[in-house]
Nanobody, 124 residues
Framework: QVQLVESGGGLVQAGGSLRLSCTASGRTFSGYGMGWFRQAPGKEREFVATMRTSGGSTYYADSVKGRFTISRDNAKNTVYLQMNSLKPEDTAIYYC?????????????????WGQGTQVTVSS
């Protein structure tokens, strides 16, 4: 069983920055593919960013490309999402997710474990 705990959400003005963290339990974190997703009120969960195992490639949704960066620190069992130039439309609950297969994916159902989510609110 893998447990994921997100932190770092909050209220920020448009143009500001936040860094989300997601810490995972388990001794094989470096073998997990990791992803960030978000869900706004009344909308479906959508892909934000994904990163395969240590040193792997990263992929982003077009809506966040150039503004958000996913990274990981395997020594700390933690994946990060640095969010810059935030916009009101980035407001959502942000979830991290882990894939035991290790690859990257933008498909929610391909992930095995999910965190509880952290709220990000961007005011205009």
């Amino acid at each position: 069983q893998v447990q994921l705990v997100e932190s770092g959400g909050g209220l920020v003005q448009a143009g500001g920055s936040l860094r989300l963290s997601c810490t995972a339990s388990g001794r094989t974190f470096s073998g997990y593919g990791m992803g960030w997703f978000r869900q706004a009120p009344g909308k479906e969960r959508e892909f934000v960013a994904t990163m395969r195992t240590s040193g792997g490639s990263t992929y982003y949704a077009d809506s966040v490309k150039g503004r958000f960066t996913i990274s990981r620190d395997n020594a700390k069992n933690t994946v990060y999402l640095q969010m810059n130039s935030l916009k009101p439309e980035d407001t959502a609950i942000y979830y991290c997710a882990a894939r035991l297969s290790g690859g990257s994916s933008n498909i929610p159902r391909s992930y095995n474990y999910w965190g509880q989510g952290t709220q990000v609110t961007v005011s205009s």
